[in-house]
């Protein structure tokens, strides 16, 4: 096996283990296994997963759920520029590849050496964490059901450290430091006042300023 084939086994099973998390604080939130799989195999991407579950497990509403997921999804499209010449010509595998198209997926092609390597790291690493990423949300869907409330064994905690360890590395510049507290004091003012899921929305705000002050600065 290739260095980056087993880097990216390695790292799907990191992630196939958190899938288990997911899958267990699914089923406290009320989705059934079907809902589950059909969620994990076609949504695919960890972070909107966790912030639509948190929305409904919160009482919030579907709608509310669903922007949440696509707002977390949509920086995904950022890393088209990078993998779209990686993936064949072919609607189908293009499509295919599209939908494959994640944090940890752009990240193992994008240190690889050549578009050969690239792409097949590339595919690899899909194949490797969709499968383990489906396979550990069943299991985490049925282990779930067996240890009842997810709080007794701590794993309500996955889904805001799942967040933080997506925001740390942007605090390393000014912009994400003030993106960060404009938008936790948004989505904290709107928490009293607004359903469920409806102050992470809000909080998304924050960028606006971010962006103010990001053009600032290059302009100097």
């Not at 880097?7 to 809902?35: H, N, R």
């Not at 707002?71 to 950022?78: E, S």
């Not at 990686?86 to 578009?115: C, F, K, W, Y």
Request: avoid cysteine; charged fraction near 10%; charge should be neutral.
């Amino acid at each position: 096996m290739t260095p980056h084939r087993r880097e990216g086994l390695l790292l799907a099973i990191a992630v196939g283990v958190v899938a288990v998390t997911f899958g267990v604080l699914a089923d406290a939130a009320g989705l059934t296994l079907p809902q589950i799989i059909v969620m994990s195999s076609l949504v695919f991407t960890g972070a909107s997963q966790f912030a639509a579950v948190s929305v409904v497990d919160g009482g919030g509403t579907g709608a509310a759920a669903v922007g949440s997921a696509m707002l977390l999804a949509a920086r995904n499209a950022l890393y088209g520029p990078l993998v779209a010449r990686l993936l064949p010509r072919g609607r189908v595998l293009r499509g295919i590849g599209t939908h494959l198209v994640i944090d940890e997926t752009a990240a193992m092609a994008s240190v690889q050496d050549n578009d050969a390597d690239a792409a097949d790291a590339f595919w690899w690493t899909a194949i490797w964490l969709w499968s383990l990423w489906n396979v550990g949300s069943v299991a985490g869907a049925l282990i779930g059901s067996v240890i009842g409330e997810p709080e007794t064994w701590g794993l309500d905690a996955a889904f805001p450290a799942a967040f933080l360890s997506l925001l740390v590395p942007h605090l390393r510049r000014i912009p994400g430091r003030v993106a960060a507290m404009v938008g936790a004091a948004l989505a904290v003012a709107m928490v009293p006042i607004t359903p469920a899921g409806v102050p992470l929305l809000v909080g998304a705000l924050g960028i606006l300023p971010a962006f103010a002050v990001a053009r600032r600065i290059e302009a100097r």
